[in-house]
């Protein structure tokens, strides 16, 4: 019986290099949490605006630091504690909810700002500038160093409808200004 001899082995072909999808990315930071329904006393720590390629959407985002729970109320060392920071987002561009959530940017900034009607509010910003630029936008208000960082602003956040998915709820916030003489950083934006 005849041997069979084995066919040489064609040579591998050096694998194909790759540009891996993670090259050049950075780790994600925690994200920080929305606040739990509750009354609170936030400080500004920080706005901006954001954009989704994802979703074609743009958003206006709120980091605040909890200065205390109000009302009475202690805060639940298992929901948050003092000095625990959160995030509001709201999708103001792109959604069906943009116009509403536009509206609730509106009354975060105003309270914020020291503002307590839509009145006294549109005398300071008629055109909504003002809201732009604690977001980044440049314009005379952003040259004018007018901002809402630092300051205190109170809150009632309630429970909205639970998420598509039941693992959370959407939240409803009512703001409340800070009196002037209960701010310790800022006295009401643009006021002399």
Same mark, same amino acid.
């Given at each position: 019986?005849?041997v069979i001899?084995?066919?040489?082995?064609?040579?591998?072909?050096?694998? &194909?290099?790759r540009?891996?999808?993670?090259? !050049?990315?950075? +780790? $994600?930071?925690?994200?920080?949490p929305?606040?739990? #329904?509750?009354l609170?006393?936030?400080?500004?720590?920080?706005?901006?605006?954001?954009y989704?390629?994802?979703?074609?959407?743009?958003?206006?985002?709120?980091t605040?630091?909890?200065?205390a729970?109000?009302?009475?109320?202690?805060?639940?060392?298992?929901?948050?504690?003092?000095?625990?920071? &959160?995030?509001?987002?709201?999708?103001?561009? !792109?959604a069906? +909810? $943009?116009?509403?959530?536009?509206?609730?940017?509106? #009354?975060?900034?105003?309270?914020?700002?020291?503002?307590e009607?839509?009145?006294?509010y549109n005398e300071?910003?008629?055109?909504?500038?003002f809201?732009?630029s604690?977001?980044?936008?440049?314009n005379?208000?952003?040259?004018?160093?007018?901002?809402?960082?630092?300051?205190l602003?109170?809150?009632?956040v309630?429970?909205?409808?639970?998420?598509a998915?039941?693992?959370?709820?959407?939240?409803?916030?009512?703001?409340?200004?800070?009196?002037?003489?209960?701010?310790?950083?800022l006295?009401?934006?643009?006021?002399?």
């Amino acid at each position: 019986m005849a041997v069979i001899k084995k066919f040489p082995k064609k040579p591998a072909k050096p694998p &194909v290099k790759r540009k891996s999808m993670y090259e !050049g990315v950075e +780790s $994600a930071e925690p994200k920080d949490p929305m606040p739990h #329904a509750g009354l609170y006393r936030f400080r500004v720590l920080n706005v901006e605006a954001g954009y989704n390629q994802g979703k074609n959407t743009t958003s206006h985002k709120v980091t605040l630091e909890i200065v205390a729970g109000l009302g009475g109320e202690e805060l639940d060392s298992a929901e948050h504690s003092v000095g625990d920071t &959160v995030l509001i987002p709201w999708v103001v561009d !792109g959604a069906k +909810s $943009a116009p509403y959530n536009r509206q609730r940017v509106k #009354a975060f900034t105003m309270n914020a700002a020291g503002y307590e009607t839509d009145a006294e509010y549109n005398e300071f910003d008629p055109a909504g500038e003002f809201i732009d630029s604690t977001a980044g936008v440049s314009n005379d208000y952003s040259e004018a160093e007018l901002t809402i960082i630092g300051r205190l602003v109170d809150c009632q956040v309630m429970r909205g409808k639970p998420t598509a998915d039941g693992k959370d709820y959407f939240r409803e916030y009512a703001w409340f200004v800070v009196p002037d003489e209960d701010q310790d950083v800022l006295n009401k934006v643009g006021s002399e």
